[in-house]
Structures are given as C-alpha cells and as structure tokens.
C-alpha cells in the first residue's frame, strides 16, 4: 500500500507562522488566532467569532487559552461588528480550547455549552447530537464527532462551513491518543462530517480548508488505513513493542513528537487487537510483546 496523497499540498495555504491575526473568512465568520503556538497546536487556537451581520449579536466557539492579548484580539473583533458575545460554545475539553470558556462566559456575562458539564459549567448546557441553535441571527447544528476525544463535538453553520475543532487540522492530521481516543469512533466521525457536504472546513489549529473538503476528509480516511498497514507491515518485520513501532513509522518525524505518536500507535493498536488482528500488550510498561494474531 502506497501513502496516500495530501490534497492540500498542492494548494496555496498559508506557511506555517504566517496565518493573519484576524481574519474575515465568510459574512458569518471571523477567525481570531490566539497567541499559543507549539508542535501540537501549529500556529495556535483558532477562536471563531459566527454570528450574523448587523445582528449586534455573536457566539465564541474555543475562546481557547485565557490570556490577555488573545482576550484582546476577540474583543476587538467583536467590537468590529458592533456585537456582543451571547454565548460560549466549545468543540471539547483540551485546555489549548477550552481554558477561557468559564472566565471569558463570565467577563461576557454569556452562557457556556459543550459536550459534558464539567466543560460548560455549573450554569452551563450540555449539547447533544443533532441539536440546532439559534443563536446570533443565524443557526448552528450541533455534531458529534468523538475520537479525538470522547465530548467531541463540530458546529455546523448555515452556509455549509463546519467548525471542526481537533477533528481535522489544517495542516497535517489529528492526534487520537490512547486511552482517551477511540479510532473507531473517530473514523465513524470522519464520514458523519463527510456525509454533511461541508463547503468549508474551519479548523481547531492551521488554516481553514475551503478549496475541497471532502478530499481532505478521504484523505483522513485514507492516512488511518496506511497507518494500520504500516503498523501491520512492522510488526510482521519484528517489531515487538510500541516503542519499535513508533521508532520504525514515525523514523521521519521529529523525536519531540514521538511520544505523541506513541499514543497515537496505541490508539490504532486497541482498534486492531478489538478487530482480533494484534494481540499483547498496548499498555505502557506491558510485559506481553505486541505481535500479530
């Protein structure tokens, strides 16, 4: 098996460190980027302010890190549309997405919602999949997307755009990790969002995908099945352990990220152990080798 082609290689998006500040990406959405990059965050938090022109009114979706100058750059954007913020919706509960939802719903005097209470808060609404919000002048659909983590969860917007949180990043894929990632459902949620028809894919971290989102989303599902051959392909060579695995797939990526990928591993290695493919052990400091069943 051949690795898959990233569709976005080709496209003209925004080097890495150079995505603006702020941006106006359709008449419902600014973008404001937070101030928080790192290998796992890229060029930081994409916070998105939606809310329907001249309605005076706007929703947050993953104020992200509760610093000042990020506070700042949202605040901004809000007062360019002359609108307040009404509520504080967040995609799930990594900090790098979620830490500002609670002061910042405060601050704004809006109310917080998310995939479980202990993100929206005692005051908070716990979402379902499925619900529509009216909010802001416009209405977002509520989408559960687990895998990334179990609470996740996109917000889709009238004009077709998908809010897609960690789900899918706008360079690079996902990390689901092990034990609080599940690959199955992660896969399952890659197609719901792919069955929407999204015109645009807003991204937790990177830039928004508009050129062909549904290539970047065959593209996710192709990377998961190489994934699995590689991983199959090693073991079958003598790999014995997580840490081989890693060292043989992951040979070409920086060894910072390494342990990231050895969640990652272990994560498609628990899908493939329930599917009755590998067998051992998958937990850290396991005796069992991993070997193929």
């Known amino acids: 098996m051949d690795a898959p082609a990233d569709p976005r290689a080709g496209w003209a998006l925004p080097a890495p460190g150079r995505m603006p500040r702020t941006v106006d990406l359709e008449p419902l959405v600014v973008r404001v980027l937070a101030p928080n990059p790192s290998g796992m965050t890229l060029d930081g938090t994409n916070t998105y302010v939606v809310g329907a022109p001249g309605s005076g009114q706007a929703v947050l979706v993953d104020p992200g890190p509760d610093d000042a100058a990020h506070l700042a750059a949202v605040e901004a954007a809000l007062a360019s549309r002359d609108a307040r913020c009404v509520a504080v919706l967040v995609t799930h509960h990594h900090g790098d997405h979620a830490e500002a939802a609670l002061p910042w719903g405060e601050r704004f005097g809006a109310p917080v919602a998310a995939g479980t209470a202990a ?10 999949h499925g619900e529509r919000l009216a909010l802001a002048g416009t209405t977002i659909g509520v989408v559960a997307t687990p895998g990334h983590t179990g609470d996740h969860l996109a917000f889709r917007l009238e004009s077709g755009a998908v809010l897609v949180g960690d789900h899918v990043l706008g360079r690079g894929t996902s990390v689901v990790t092990h034990p609080e990632g599940d690959v199955v459902a992660y896969l399952e949620s890659l197609r719901r969002v792919h069955d929407l028809g999204p015109s645009a894919l807003y991204c937790g971290h990177g830039p928004e995908l508009t050129e062909d989102p549904g290539a970047v989303l065959d593209y996710y599902l192709a990377h998961r099945a190489y994934r699995e051959h590689q991983l199959l392909t090693a073991l079958a060579a003598g790999a014995a352990s997580v840490e081989d695995l890693v060292a043989t797939v992951y040979a070409e990526v920086p060894r910072s990220l390494w342990p990231a ?33």
């Open 119 to 128: 993100v929206a808060g005692p005051r908070g609404r716990v979402l379902d």
């Open 261 to 293: 990928a050895a969640q990652s591993t272990r994560a498609t290695l628990a899908k493939l152990r329930a599917e009755g493919r590998v067998q051992g052990g998958i937990e850290p400091g396991a005796a069992e080798p991993v070997r193929l069943a």
